[in-house]
């Protein structure tokens, strides 16, 4: 097999040098050639040349190697053109009306060759363009932080009777008033552009009532009404901005959704501040409040009923020009969910969110790279395999989430006059501030999920909630129940709970 192998390999180089050798036929043309006007070389070629104003046309053939190099690699001037090409009788077709135009096409007496100015500008030119882009990205980028506050600026000097006409009016309403009006005027969730900024700069900051990674709230208050304002840190700027294109998006408003006020980027002591205003609750976050105060079953329940209830709203897509799109969370837990006077919930802080809109199949991430916090992360998200670019995946990942808000919740909620103390998931199984790594291991790789305690199920409701949260955290995130499944099913559990009392 090797010999055949060998054998044919040594044809093959035979053939190749005596075709290499082998020598073509050319047309031959002009003083040089002798009857039958063929020859026989290496090359065929063609040529124009200019002489005393008058131009002489040859064909002919090329025998030397080193004269075919030098006649063939002739640059194109204005006195002289040459063509060479390889095959029997190649140059048959290339006569004196195919090369005269390509004489008159060079000025006069100039070789087709690069000059020195020529190659700087091919060589140099693109660093160049690119030296450029870099410093206009750079400059767009320093003026994108303060683009919209001169666009405020813009508008004080332009608007100032409007901005006038607008506080005198907004001076004699209340919030109710003017969420009412935007509720009803098309305007979407938030007020109006102006009244947004009118309301902004009537605000009062009184006391701060929490700190967190992007920044501090504050109670303020305008017109003898407390309002709630976030203010981002610099750096969290893409969170702001996210949070407010969310909050602005029509049909957003609901019980269970922290009511959105306005969004105002301000310049205060020579630096700027990005406010976002909303409805202020003195029971403060779900995590705090589960804290201080144990719920009796009733209570417990109506707060899981209306956490789920606005997570149900935000996964639905409202259709029609006035309609909203679906949205994911990504950052569902106790600490983003507020408690109201009422001791209904609402859910709060969606700079992290996801939109989805069916009409156009557009799914929106925004632009701010942070994910969600490690302690309520799924396993698809801990492990990576999490499709990205599928929105259910996202609604998935709340309802995991929204699991273990149910379980503070109920570790909180009297039976028999027994309650827990107050700890975050997974509590047990890692440190107070778990890395990515720690989280993962326990979640995707034990498969572990936060301990059941013993009395949940001699209690009827505790029982249907404990069930109910399992169903919530399989490993599989396509076997997890739906938001709205959720709401039925506690909704039943409130039913039971009532019927049991009346039947008592």
Known sequence: MAQCSVQMLLLLLLKIQTAKG???????????????????GEQCFSSMIVSREAWVFQRGCLRDPEKVRMICSTPLSASQVVECCLGNLCNWNISSDSLLPMLLM?????PIRYGVSTLVIFVVGPFVVLLLLSVLAV???????????????????????????IASNVGDSTLADLLDHSCTSGSGSGLPFLVQRTVARQITLVECVGKGRYGEVWRGQWQGENVAVKIFSSRDEKSWFRETEIYNTVLLRHENILGFMASDMTSRNSSTQLWLITHYHENGSLYDYLQRVAVETVDGLLMATSVVSGLVHLHTEIFGTEGKPAIAHRDLKSKNILVKKDLRCCIADLGLAVTHSQTDNQLDVGNNPKVGTKRYMAPEVLDESIQTDCFDAYKRVDIWAFGLVLWEIARRTYSNGIVEEYKPPFYDLVPNDPSFDDMRKVVCVEQQRPFIPNRWFSDPTLSALAKLMKECWYQNPSARLTA??????LDKIHSSLEKGKADC
């Open 22 to 40: 082998k020598d073509v036929e050319c047309v031959c043309e002009g003083n040089l050639c002798e009857l039958p006007a063929r020859c026989r």
């Open 139 to 165: 400059l767009g980028c320093r003026r994108l932080h303060h683009s919209r506050l001169q666009r405020l600026h813009e508008l004080d000097a332009e608007q100032g009777a409007i901005d006038g006409l």
């Open 106 to 110: 060079v000025p006069e007496g100039e």
């Open 484 to 489: 709205l499944r959720i709401k039925k099913t």
